[in-house]
């Protein structure tokens, strides 16, 4: 019985400790993101202003695959400027606002390669590791020269 109580006491202690954490991590409201870390940011511009800086809007971003993949769809607008797309020091990615976790690895390392063509969607499927990107949360898009805050997951 006392190695009972003393196991489950552990579990208190640690499970406090870990609520603790959590909310240290935690921003201090649903307008207070965490930024994107450095080497990864991008000139921030609105999402209708996407289509100038890379030559793309974006079209959905959602939480596929039982959430372990976020899938990021955009439509070219301008097949010049999204070539940027294809440059290594401004690879795509998406970052979850809330923990600053950056989802960049490409399922399968997937990637479009060639010209982009005006009115198509291309798609980019990334790993979600731990399933850190939900559905309703708010992440940053990283495409090309520029990134959009605040895009909405679904």
Known sequence: MKRLVSLLAGVVVAGAGLWVWHLARTPAGPDAPVPVPAGW??????????GQASGVTITRVAVTGGGGLVDLRFRVVDPDRAHAL???ATPPAVVDESSGLVVHDLLMN????????????????FNNPGNWVRRGARVTVLLGNAQVEHVRVV
């Open 41 to 50: 940011a991008r000139p921030a511009v609105a999402a209708d202003d996407l």
């Open 86 to 88: 294809h440059d290594a």
């Open 110 to 125: 997937h990637e479009h390669s060639g010209d982009f063509r005006a009115g198509v969607t291309y798609y980019l499927v």
